[in-house]
């Protein structure tokens, strides 16, 4: 299994969906975990971070299963804008450095 | 406030030839990253620094150095480039290990 993994997509969404995306990690002992934004060609942006409790922003929420090993993405009415690529990290590297899924990229379509 | 800053933006390579990648934050961050990035295969560890002074091997170190003489700077270099380094570099930095990375701009580098 590998460490961190993901579904690359495409996800193609009409404008005003909900999509959700998973994540699953392989070392139960993570302590961090986070969503990152990426837009072609340019740097990953921290989107939120993901606590115990599940936590929200705005239209974004972000939860954890620990018992499954998974963090999932949920996105409520999309936007043209949502368009990009998400990356979920999980910290667990020997140091507690971030180790990064290859992503998965949306599309939101009029 | 500048964030991490990253030079060049582009850069093209001849094989064999060496460069240096600059990178600088000024967020007062101990922990410091290169990435490199390929398509289709995610963001993969070079090296990392968690204070000046120090610095260890990530995941994939074989044709690069680092150094870190000041918690500012962190550059890496390419000794002896080769095609397999083509690729797109970011810096990151963290204050500590519980927050998330911040990243710079990158630079994407071509070998020829």
């Known amino acids: 299994r590998k460490e961190v993994e993901q579904d690359p997509g495409p996800f193609n969404v009409p404008e005003g969906a909900t999509v959700a995306f998973n994540c699953t990690y392989s070392?139960?002992?993570?302590?961090?975990f986070f969503w990152y934004r990426q837009d072609c060609r340019k740097e990953p942006k921290l989107l939120m971070s993901?606590?115990?409790s599940g936590n929200e922003d705005g239209r974004f929420t972000a939860q954890l299963n620990r018992a499954s090993q998974y963090i999932s993405l949920l996105i409520r009415d999309s936007k043209l804008s949502d368009s990009a690529t998400y990356l979920c990290?999980?910290?667990?590297?020997?140091?507690?450095?971030?180790?990064f899924g290859k992503g998965t990229k949306l599309s939101v379509k009029p | 406030n500048a964030g991490v800053t990253q030079t060049p933006k582009f850069r093209i390579l001849k094989i064999g030839q060496s460069m240096t990648l600059q990178c600088t934050q000024d967020?007062?961050?101990?922990?410091m990253y290169w990435y490199r990035q390929d398509p289709g295969m995610g963001l993969k560890l070079i090296y990392y620094?968690?204070?000046?002074?120090?610095?260890d091997k990530g995941e994939v170190p074989n044709g690069y150095n680092v150094s870190r003489s000041t918690t500012e700077d962190f550059p890496l270099r390419l000794e002896l480039a080769a095609p397999s380094q083509t690729s797109v570099y970011f810096c990151?930095?963290?204050?500590?290990?519980?927050?998330?990375?911040?990243f710079g701009s990158g630079t994407r580098l071509t070998v020829v």
């Open positions: 990151a930095s963290s204050l500590d290990t519980v927050y998330g990375y911040t």
């Open positions: 990290a999980v910290r667990g590297g020997s140091q507690g450095n971030l180790i």
């Open positions: 620094s968690v204070g000046a002074g120090i610095t």
């Open positions: 070392n139960s002992a993570s302590q961090s």
């Open positions: 993901v606590y115990s």
């Open positions: 967020m007062n961050h101990n922990y």
